[in-house]
């Protein structure tokens, strides 16, 4: 598994994107639902926002 690509926040972002991560690879639940950040979201047709935030 790769995290990568925070460009100039990467000293900021990276502390996070490395403790989930971790969780991921041990098997552990992540902090947050990262669905919403699937891989497949580009092909499966699903919305980025419901209806009712546009």
């Known amino acids: ?3 990568s690509g ?3 926040h990467g000293f900021g972002l990276g502390p996070g994107a490395g ?3 971790s969780r991921l690879v041990m098997d552990e ?3 947050f639902d990262v669905g ?3 891989l497949n979201r ?3 047709g699903t919305r980025l ?3 009712e935030m546009m």
């Open 29 to 31: 639940a992540p902090q």
């Open 42 to 44: 580009f092909s499966d």
């Open 6 to 8: 925070f460009s100039g």
């Open 36 to 38: 919403p950040y699937r």
């Open 1 to 3: 598994m790769i995290a």
């Open 19 to 21: 403790m989930l991560v």
């Open 49 to 51: 926002h419901s209806p």
